[in-house]
């Protein structure tokens, strides 16, 4: 009976979560002309209490790259499949904003290029439309990545703070 309970209070306070975001940004290396790069991610999460969250990102990126140790730079055009588990601790709920960071695994392939791992967190906003609809701002990444290109190349890995114009990404969630 207990057990009943506790699964029908976790249901009542559970909302699933559906959107994503888009980002756009531009890359200039030197005197190089600069190139666009775009991404699109669809994301579907499961909140678990006010604070808790787990979800999960699929994303698509275009355009211009820099990877690793700048054996790849601008001229290198390519596309990336990723997929991004987390979970989410929000620290600050009000009724308009929330203030949350997102701690997860990234895995993505370059298409032709190599592979990618991130450990992370992500940090971001959401400000509260209605009870239903929010604007979602994800700003930078803050962790461990690692770059392995496909043949001969020599992996690459990286521990810090990325916080660049092609890290911020803007969307909207709905919320059920």
């Known amino acids: 009976m207990t057990l009943v309970a506790t699964a029908m209070a976790v249901s009542m306070n559970a909302q699933v979560y559906v959107g994503g975001s888009v980002g756009v940004g531009s890359v200039k290396y030197g005197s190089q002309d600069a190139e666009t790069t775009y991404k699109f991610v669809p994301e579907i999460g499961y909140n678990l209490t006010d604070e808790w969250a787990l979800g999960v990102a699929f994303g698509y990126q275009k355009g211009a790259c820099s990877l690793g140790n700048g054996n790849y730079g601008q001229d290198v055009d390519t596309e990336l499949l990723q997929i991004n588990p987390y979970v ?9 904003v929330n203030v949350f960071v997102d701690g997860g695994v990234g895995i993505g392939s370059y298409k032709d290029l190599g592979t990618q791992f991130q450990l992370g967190l992500r940090p971001g906003l959401a400000v509260n439309l209605n009870e239903n609809i929010s604007f979602v701002a994800h700003v930078g990444f803050i962790g461990f ?8 190349g020599d992996s690459s890995n990286t521990v810090g703070v990325d916080l660049d114009g092609n890290n911020v990404t803007f969307g909207l969630y709905f919320n059920f």
Do not use: H, I, M, N
Not at 88 to 96: H, N, P, Q
């Open 88 to 96: 989410r601790y929000t620290a600050v709920k009000s009724k308009l």
């Open 145 to 152: 990545e690692s770059f392995s290109p496909k043949g001969d």
